[in-house]
């Protein structure tokens, strides 16, 4: 079959117009971004998630003090409402605001590690979930968190028996495309152990484990992970020692640019599922040796 010289031409203008408009299509279909803020609560942890399909996850509130604190960094936001409140473990550095959190919005549902902790912050976390009649779902390792369809969430450690706070703390895994997030709470070297031998780790970016505490982040384990970037959540001021130099030198050791909320404030880190770029509050402050710029 010959083609007329006015069929070449329009053919040709065709696979043109093809080259040029198919760019245009990828980039609006990555044009959905997702948010990542790990809130300055001082000696505590807690980290706000807008999804790429605009659904909010609050994940631990800090500290009691810290309630107004997040409450107001929300509000900020124009956040109306929580779509899934993420309750790591009961520790007060983690749940301790939550309560000021759920009366101040209306939440959709709560992820709990089912870890049991007989203290009045926990007694007051439950008393806001029974008075707001929350519906509470209890965390299962491997479970897939399925709150918005551009996003893989996994968990990777909830509570099992014989473990304590710490080791029962939910550890995530959220992907978005190409960029990883892993979150760990407040495990241990213990559960590390597991995690590497039956997860796949390597992610661009990991909130370390307690704050930088000596219980955890072994050398082995930042390998496997290799991180880009490190978030560190702790104050300046606190009396445990966070975090100490073993786990600094660690994350040096595997060339993590490293972030803490002690030196740069609210931490926010921005993505399209195929890179990323971090914004945080202020400048580190000047004589605090542990983060890079």
């Known amino acids: 079959m010959s083609w007329s010289k006015q069929s070449q031409i329009a053919f ?37 998630i807008i999804t790429p399909s605009d659904k909010t996850i ?3 509130g800090g500290p009691p003090e810290a309630g107004k604190k997040v409450v107001s960094y929300l509000e900020e936001l124009n956040i109306e409402k929580i779509d899934l409140l993420i309750a790591t473990h009961p520790d007060i550095d983690h749940i301790g605001g939550l309560p000021h959190v759920m009366k101040s919005f209306e939440i959709k549902q709560i ?45 990777l ?33 213990e559960q590390e152990k597991v995690l590497l031998k039956h997860q796949d780790l390597q992610s661009e970016i990991i909130k370390v484990a307690h704050h930088g505490s000596n219980t955890s982040t072994s050398l082995g384990f930042l390998k496997e992970v290799a991180p880009q970037a490190a978030i560190l959540t702790y104050s300046i001021e606190n009396d445990y020692g966070h975090p100490v130099d073993r786990v600094i030198e660690n994350l040096y050791k595997v060339n993590a640019t490293i972030y803490s909320t002690a030196a740069y404030g609210d931490v926010v880190i921005r993505t399209n599922g195929n890179n990323y770029f971090i914004l945080p509050q202020r400048e580190p402050i000047n004589n605090l040796k542990h983060d890079a710029g």
């Not at 065709?14 to 990555?30: G, N």
């Not at 029974?130 to 519906?135: M, Q, S, Y």
């Open 157 to 189: 450690n909830s509570y099992e028996k014989n473990k304590n706070n710490n080791q029962s703390s939910i550890v995530l895994k959220i992907s978005y495309n190409e960029i990883d997030f892993l979150l760990m709470s407040d495990v241990e070297m």
């Open 58 to 60: 609050l994940i631990d």
């Open 12 to 48: 040709i203008l065709f696979l043109l117009l093809l080259s040029i408009t198919q760019p245009i299509q990828v980039f609006a279909e990555s044009k959905e971004v997702m948010d990542v803020h790990f809130i300055d609560v001082g000696q505590g942890d807690s980290i706000l």
């Open 111 to 155: 992820l709990d590690s089912g870890k049991l902790y007989s203290t009045k912050t926990y007694g007051r976390y439950l008393n806001q979930i029974w008075k707001d009649d929350i519906p509470v779902e209890i965390a299962r390792k491997n479970d897939q968190v399925k709150i918005d369809p551009l996003l893989d969430i996994k968990i």
